[in-house]
T-cell receptor
């Protein structure tokens, strides 16, 4: 099946710093990728839809200036958490859909962010 | 998107069939029933989806009632590795559509 990777898998940072998370589609091109966030013992919550070559679409309540998304190529989307604070500590997951397999999404393994 | 309702947790003995129910009484005609699962600390994994007919693949079977108001995911021979949270999602077909995850069912397969 299609493979989506994320890097890093785990990151610890100090409060106030910025953290970049990469999402790559390894064997297909994706014009659209999705970013989710998952707090402990909760379900996944969609943060934004990343569109290649255009601005991301953010869900209500998600600050676009804090969570910067860049989808500069058909295989890479990045999420940058700017000026991270402890409440941003979470599990961040991306997903993408291979063209021709429009029925399903493939998820990355997730990135666990801990802000101290 | 149609709202789905699932039991919060279920247990199953290893080697037995696991039957996970999902209610989606407000599903519209163009919405499919998707099932994903999430093993602890991993990203979700696609399992199966269907519209009206029952579906089967190498992972599971999906039984959809005739009125489409509910469905059941069947893992025919559950293993310990099937312990996960299972999400039932009603969505129009298209991987380009965002998925709205509910709370899912935490399935625990016991030895």
């Amino acid at each position: 099946g299609a493979v989506v990777s994320q890097h890093p898998s785990r990151v610890i940072c100090k409060s106030g710093t910025s953290v970049k998370i990469e999402c790559r589609s390894l064997d297909f091109q994706a014009t659209t990728m999705f970013w989710y966030r998952q707090f402990p013992k909760q379900s996944l919550m969609l943060m934004a839809t990343s569109n290649e070559g255009s601005k991301a679409t953010y869900e209500q309540g998600v600050e676009k200036d804090k969570f910067l998304i860049n989808h500069a190529s058909l295989t890479l989307s990045t999420l940058t958490v700017t000026s991270a604070h402890p409440e941003d500590s979470s599990f961040y997951i991306c997903s993408a859909c291979p063209p021709g397999l429009a029925e399903t999404q493939y998820f990355g393994p997730g990135t666990r962010l801990l802000v101290l | 998107d149609a709202k789905t309702t699932q039991p919060p947790s279920m247990d199953c003995a290893e080697g037995r069939a696991a039957n996970l129910p999902c209610n989606h009484s407000t599903i519209s005609g163009n919405e499919y029933v998707y099932w994903y699962r999430q093993i602890h600390s991993q990203g979700p994994q696609y399992i199966i989806h269907g519209l009206k007919n029952n579906e089967t693949n190498e992972m599971a079977s999906l039984i959809i009632t005739e009125d489409r108001k509910s469905s059941t995911l069947i893992l025919p021979h559950a293993t310990l590795r099937d312990t996960a949270v299972y999400y039932c999602i009603a969505e129009t077909q298209g991987g380009s559509e965002k998925l709205v995850f509910g709370k899912g069912t935490k399935l625990t397969v016991n030895p």
